[in-house]
């Protein structure tokens, strides 16, 4: 129970985030939620006792998941400016879910590519 307060938990940012930093987060927050949909899958089962196994089949396809996503996000960006030299590379297209905010304002899917990241 615990575990799960900790993952809702909210806490602003005020660093920029790291590849690594977002990967890993994204593959725990995936197991987690794999976990608690292999821990629902065991109430459809004769006996839960005898398939616990769908907790760690659960995790793992959660890690898996949140791994992957996490490289998406942290995909490079056309062109990057590290110790003043410019580095090109293929932008990731990423899709995003905007959520609304408000009544007047509509939520939907974006798709996004970096053009330029550095530190300024």
Do not use: C, W
Not at 52 to 66: E, F, K, Q, T
Not at 70 to 86: I, Q, W
């Amino acid at each position: 129970m615990i575990a799960v307060m900790l993952a809702v938990t909210a806490v602003p940012s005020h660093a920029e985030e790291g590849g690594f930093e977002g990967i890993f987060r994204n593959a725990l927050y995936g197991g987690l939620a794999g976990a608690l949909v292999g821990g629902a899958l065991l109430a459809f089962t004769h006996r839960p006792a005898d398939h616990l196994d769908y907790l760690g089949y659960g995790a793992a396809g959660g890690i898996l998941a949140g791994a992957a996503y996490g490289t998406v996000r942290a995909a490079t960006a056309l062109a990057e400016v590290e110790n003043g030299s410019v580095k090109i590379a293929m932008p990731t297209i990423v899709p995003d879910y905007v959520p609304a905010r408000g009544s007047r304002t509509e939520g939907g899917v974006i798709i996004s590519a970096q053009v330029l990241r550095g530190k300024f």
